[in-house]
C-alpha cells in the first residue's frame, strides 16, 4: 500500500514558477516509477505531463511540458517534484502524482495503480 499527498499548488501569477511536491507514505516509492498527470478544468481525462523511472535515470514529457517542466526525484528523501517555470494561463488544473510499480517511466495513464488526490493549480494574468 501506498499513499500519495501532493502539495504545492495554489494561486499564481503567469510568468511565476512554483514546484510541486508528491510525498509517499506506507511503502517506499523508490522502486516505482513515477508520473506527474493534470486534469484542465472542463476535461474528463488526466494526461501525463512527466514521468521518470525510479532511479530518476529516464524522463518523459508531454510535447506541451518539455521546455518548462522538469521532473525529478530524491530517493533518498522520497519526494518526487514537479518544477514548473513560465506559468501560462493553460497550466491551470488538477496535478495529480502516482506510482508505476514496473519502474519505468510510464507515459500511458494504465498501469498507476496509486495516485494522489491532486493539488490545484490556477495561473491567472
Known amino acids: 500500500q501506498v499513499q500519495l499527498v501532493e502539495s504545492g499548488g495554489g494561486w499564481m501569477q503567469a510568468g511565476g514558477s512554483l514546484r510541486l511536491s508528491c510525498a509517499a507514505s506506507?511503502?517506499?516509492?523508490?522502486?516505482?516509477?513515477m508520473g506527474w498527470f493534470r486534469q484542465a478544468p472542463g476535461k474528463q481525462q488526466r494526461a501525463v505531463v512527466a514521468a521518470i523511472s525510479d532511479n530518476g535515470s529516464l524522463t518523459h514529457y508531454a510535447d506541451s511540458a518539455k521546455v518548462r517542466f522538469t521532473i525529478s526525484r530524491d530517493n533518498a528523501k522520497n519526494p518526487v517534484y514537479l518544477q514548473i517555470n513560465s506559468l501560462k494561463l493553460e497550466d491551470t488544473a488538477d496535478y495529480y502524482c502516482?506510482?508505476?510499480?514496473?519502474?519505468?517511466?510510464?507515459?500511458?495513464?494504465?498501469?498507476?495503480?496509486?495516485w494522489g488526490r491532486g493539488t490545484q493549480v490556477t495561473v491567472s494574468s
Open positions: 506506507g511503502r517506499t516509492i523508490s522502486s516505482y516509477g
Open positions: 502516482a506510482a508505476h510499480p514496473s519502474g519505468y517511466a510510464r507515459t500511458w495513464y494504465a498501469g498507476y495503480v496509486y
